[in-house]
């Protein structure tokens, strides 16, 4: 009994030993702290817009407690960089205690003041976190790349839009026909809807730089107009405002270029459009809820979009959804989209050349049962929901040439149509057909479309779908089998090339699809 009291008691010394060591606050001037990373680095960060928060660990792996007598950013107060540590915000703080093998957080923020950046072009702003323990100092770097801007932010509301906070891009004050052409030697950062009204014409020149905030968008209102002149290697680019590479392929990051009928033809060619809601939302205002009391939804021909030369990519809801709308493209992209890759609802007129549309989403979004798709890429609706009984408004034009619609799904095809004046059963190859495409379908088939022409679920081969390369491996059937009268007159791809004779290919027919 003594001995096992003796030997509790001798338990008890050495637990009381050890656990004083722990308490008592190491003095030597070489212990240290070890850090979880080495430095931070925010990628490019608008000036005078704060960036995401970012976090390290900072450990005392000593058998001692740590006393930091001092930690504070080496540009002092005016440093661009902000501090949280263990809960607390600041620049500096004092006698910080970290136990025995024990961590603490400290979180990182930063804003540039626009007034540091000399230039146009991206710099780097540079700082560090200093740490002082027993007259030792330590150092952690911390890294973020600036970039001035245009910026565009809300100045006024209107209360039937879909979000309350708008901005208008032209002069408020001025009367009948505006036109603002921007410039593209700095970004355009845009928060709220960047609104062009009616009778002003935004022109948005080459390798011009569009950054959009969540929610945020352009909307041409009606009778508004935009012109997007890009050009090969110099295209228009929109995309979310968050360049942190964990956002690269994020969808929704914003909401959507949005179109109406307009007093000219809107243009957009050569941009590349992604991670939007929506990329294209064209409608007739009548149908989108900006006006009541007409029962006619005909659009006017002024009611038009020419799309060329555009990639439209990753779009949590569609790539192009028209309303009722009058849409000529060739020489698209439309590809990886959470739903659908076109919806063209109440009718319209769409043709469309030499494009690809493929929507392999699960390929980009980590194949999770969140992000896996049961919706067709391809939607055709004929018809306006807010009339009893449904009113019709039939396609007057639904034409392809030369293009790809394909999908990870058995049947990428959804025509929702009423009446006898659109499909199915719409046999007019003047006004409703596929020639010379690839299809990936049953529907078409079964509604006796025409579609003799077409290729109808043979397998493709592309370089990539899961980083949004979608030019054809060798072997693949749209190889030189598309049929120069069904080009639209686009005779060069999307890159600038074109097609090409082969042994398989003797007479140079163009590959279905964006490219050659």
Known sequence: MKKLAYISALALFFSCFISCKKDKAITSPSAKLTFSQDSILFDTVFTSIGSTTKLFRIHNKNNGKLIISSLKLARGTASFFRLNVDGVPGKSFTNLEIAAQDSMYIFVEVT?????????????????ILFEINGNQ??????????????????????????TALYYSLDTNVVGHASVTWKNDKPHLI???????????????????????????????????????????????????????????????????WINEGYSANIINYAIIKNATIGIHAGYSLLDGYENGQTTYTPPNTTRLFLTNTIIQN???AGILGHCYNIDGGNDVVVNCGSHLLEFDYGGNYTFYQSTFANYWEQTNNSSSSSSRTTPSF?????????????????????????IFDGSLAEEFNFDTIGNSSPPGFTDPSVFAFNY???????????????????????????????????????S????????????????DIKG?????????????????AYQ
Not at 193 to 211: E, G, R
Not at 380 to 394: C, D, H, M, R, V
Not at 438 to 446: A, C, E, P, S, Y
Not at 477 to 491: E, H, S
Request: aromatic fraction near 16%; proline fraction near 9%.
């Open 379 to 403: 939607v055709f609706n004929n018809y306006f929901n807010g009339n009893q009984p449904k009113q019709p408004s039939p396609f007057d034009t639904l034409l392809f040439g030369n293009c």
């Open 315 to 317: 779009c949590s809801y």
């Open 437 to 475: 495409c690839f299809l990936k379908t049953g529907n078409l088939q079964q509604n006796k479309a025409p579609t003799n022409t077409c290729q109808i679920s043979q397998g493709i081969s592309y370089v990539s779908p899961s980083t949004y390369n979608f030019v054809l491996n060798p072997g």
């Open 191 to 257: 928060y709220g809807y960047l609104v062009v009204d009616s009778l002003h014409n935004l022109i948005i020149p080459q390798n011009t730089k569009i950054y959009l905030h969540d929610g945020a968008g352009i909307w041409v209102y009606r009778f508004g107009n935009i012109q997007i002149n890009g050009a090969k290697d110099f295209e228009v680019t929109f995309q979310g405002d968050r360049l942190e590479q964990e956002y690269k392929d994020v969808p929704g990051q914003w909401d959507r270029i």
């Open 112 to 128: 540039i003041n626009p007034a540091y950046d000399p230039i146009t072009s991206p710099f780097i702003y540079k700082d560090s």
């Open 497 to 513: 090339n074109s097609p090409s004779t082969s042994a398989t290919n003797p007479f140079g027919y163009p590959n279905m699809g």
């Open 138 to 163: 330590q150092h952690f770097d911390l890294i973020a790349f600036g970039q001035n801007a245009y910026y565009h932010m809300p100045n006024y509301k209107i209360i039937e839009s879909p979000t």
């Open 477 to 492: 059937a749209p190889l030189g089998a598309g049929r120069p009268q069904y080009n639209g007159g686009y005779i060069m």
